[in-house]
């Protein structure tokens, strides 16, 4: 009987040192597989920040606002929906939405080969500022799908750098860089911007 006990207590210890090897093993390849992964994907990481300095597409575009002013429904591309709250001089809680043609060229005739679509607000109350949220919507020979701009504008400045968040069809999953600069404004009625985009993720 005592024989017995021994040689079960053997089996049972052989057994556990086994099933701890294995486990052991185990667990060693996962981890194995995991710090691969991280060094795989730490390069990767690298090589989107090399490319940061050299966009995978750039093009410049023009965007083209009317703004509604009761006597030129027909024509107006952007309405304001919340009047100023009288809050200081600089429109603070104004806001904007817009329809607006997208050109290659800064001729407000010419054919539009997008729409942005969106709103802004000014949400400061000590300078003119907005934050803004379009959608470029193409349609044309040269591109069909979407991207998304979503960033603060300051507008006092020369020049603004706007995240572009994502994108669909020729855009898809995209992201980068649209810089604003103020290319013409007409008081109150229209103005056009230059927008200098250049996108570092594609996929397309």
């Not at 089996?11 to 294995?22: A, D, F, G, I, Y």
């Not at 052991?24 to 691969?36: D, E, M």
Request: charged share 15%; net charge neutral; hydrophobic share 40%.
């Amino acid at each position: 009987g005592t024989s017995n006990l021994q040689m079960d207590n053997s089996t049972s210890l052989l057994v556990s040192t086994k099933h701890h090897n294995h486990m052991a093993h185990q667990i060693s390849k996962t981890l194995l597989s995991f710090f691969l992964f991280v060094l795989v994907l730490s390069d990767t990481v690298s090589s989107v920040r090399i490319n940061l300095n050299k966009p995978c597409k750039h093009f410049i575009l023009h965007i083209h606002n009317v703004a509604y002013d009761a006597d030129n429904a027909a024509n107006a591309t952007s309405s304001t929906v919340v009047n100023p709250l009288g809050l200081g001089t600089f429109d603070f809680g104004k806001i904007v939405i817009f329809d607006n043609p997208v050109t290659t060229d800064e001729n407000f005739l010419s054919e539009p080969v997008a729409r942005a679509q969106g709103f802004f607000f000014y949400n400061k109350k000590t300078t003119y500022n907005t934050w803004v949220a379009c959608t470029l919507v193409f349609n044309s020979t040269q591109h069909k799908g979407t991207f998304t701009i979503m960033d603060a504008n300051p507008m006092t400045q020369p020049t603004r750098d706007l995240s572009i968040i994502g994108g669909t069809g020729d855009f898809i999953m995209t992201r980068g860089v649209c810089t604003f600069s103020t290319d013409l404004i007409q008081g109150q009625k229209y103005f056009r911007l230059k927008m200098d985009i250049k996108l570092y993720e594609c996929y397309n």
